[in-house]
């Protein structure tokens, strides 16, 4: 029995295509996974394989190379050794088809087969099971195991596999996407998290986003946070700044030399505030949150910890007060204690922008002499409204941030 070669949808959407050409001639025998023909879908122009093996027979009235075919028309057929197949496609299929795949099942052939000679059609039998129970559905594996996802019935498919056996795309022909058909537990929406997908979405409504990028030395930085760990651990300084202490402080800093990149958007003005409170994002158990740390300008490094430490416990218990997470006027959210180099942050309304922290990475750097020293360094994301700052703005605050951190002395002063 001839196996027709069908249009395969490439996508969920897909209802035509537009042929290309054949890869293959007239009486050329095709194996299982070779190149057939040429398709130009919605997407792009792609090689389509043959899902089967047989002797290629292209009717005298088969597509030719610009014809808008539809999904699961026949374009031709392949053929068992000295089978026939229909001089033309006048009665072309209407089964629907799905997207190209490797095949899941194996072409028959028998064991005194000569090299190089087209394996004859051998049909596979039904198998029976114990006298007097129903016939076993032959199917291949793949196919099986969707049917079940999918929750079709194998007895009302129409097999397009050697010998009558049901394939893959003849369960995936049959499936209308639906997916309320699939497994899935359901989670409930807290409210923080429906908060949480507000306020991202107002931010990306109302905002211009441009994120830029700045590798950076951290060295100094981290020698510096081990000094003040030994004081702490010596008992000259109450607590231990973490190196998210010294990001905020510095980042106070940099934002004082550049107060733009405080400003909000208003109605026809911009707006400067009067003091620096800067957000930190916490990760919670719950999702989210970004406590304020207040004038980080005017602050010590170790009031910055104390508020760090208090805000950061308090996130984590549920007990931060809606004053705690007010007033911010710039949000550094880091994730390089999670290993992630560098992202996308996400402005938090109404601020316009946000810094986003990166791994601390040793690395070898290359020296001015043609020498390799050992380096830590991480890379800055800075997103900004760029309706409040142009891009030139934004990159001098990075190159000022980044000169802090390299030189930390400087910005602690």
């Known amino acids: ?151 079709i019935d194998l007895s009302t498919l129409q097999p397009s596999g050697r010998g009558g056996r049901i394939r893959e795309r003849d369960v995936l022909a049959a499936a209308t996407y639906d997916p309320s058909k699939i497994e899935m537990q359901s989670i409930p929406l807290t409210p923080m998290r429906r908060t949480i997908a507000a306020r991202l979405t107002h931010s990306r409504a109302t905002t211009v986003p441009v994120t830029i990028t700045c590798r950076c030395d951290a060295t100094a930085l981290l020698a510096f946070r081990q000094e003040l760990k030994s004081k702490a651990e010596k008992g000259h300084l109450p607590v231990i700044p973490t190196v998210n202490d010294l990001f905020v402080k510095l980042t106070g800093s940099a934002l004082r030399r550049h107060p733009m990149l405080s400003a909000t958007w208003g109605e026809d003005q911009l707006l400067l505030p009067k003091r620096m409170h800067l957000g930190i994002a916490v990760d919670t158990q719950d999702g989210l949150l970004v406590p304020v740390i207040r004038d980080v300008a005017n602050s010590t490094l170790t009031d910055i910890a104390v508020q760090s430490l208090r805000l950061i416990a308090a996130a984590r218990a549920g007990k931060l007060s809606a004053a705690d997470m007010q007033g911010a006027c710039f949000t550094l959210s880091n994730l390089g204690t999670l290993g992630v180099e560098a992202f996308t942050p996400v402005i938090n309304p109404p601020e316009s922008a946000i810094l986003g922290i990166g791994a601390i990475l040793r690395e070898a750097v290359p020296q001015e002499d043609g020498t390799y020293s050992a380096r830590h360094r991480l890379t800055f994301s800075l997103t900004f409204d760029h309706r409040v700052n142009d891009g030139a703005a934004a990159a001098r605050f990075l190159q000022t941030l980044r000169h802090l951190i390299e030189h930390p002395l400087i910005g602690l002063v």
């Open 1 to 151: 029995m001839p196996i027709d070669i069908q249009l395969p949808r490439l996508g969920w959407s897909m209802e035509e295509g537009k042929f290309l050409a054949w890869l293959k001639n007239h009486g050329d025998y095709i194996k299982e996974g070779e190149p057939l023909f040429t398709l130009e879908s919605d997407k792009a122009a792609q090689e389509v394989e043959s899902i089967d093996s047989g002797i290629l027979a292209i009717p005298t009235d088969g597509p030719k190379a610009g014809q808008i075919i539809k999904v699961g028309e026949v374009l031709g057929y392949l053929l068992a050794k000295d089978e026939e197949a229909p001089a033309t496609l006048s009665g072309r299929s209407k089964v629907c088809a799905t997207r190209p795949s490797q095949a899941d099942d194996q072409f028959i052939g028998t064991a005194s087969q000569q090299s190089g000679d087209p394996a004859p059609y051998q049909p596979s039998a039904t198998i029976l099971r114990q006298s007097g129970e129903s016939p076993v559905i032959p199917a291949s594996p793949r196919a099986r195991r969707a049917a079940k996802d999918l929750h």
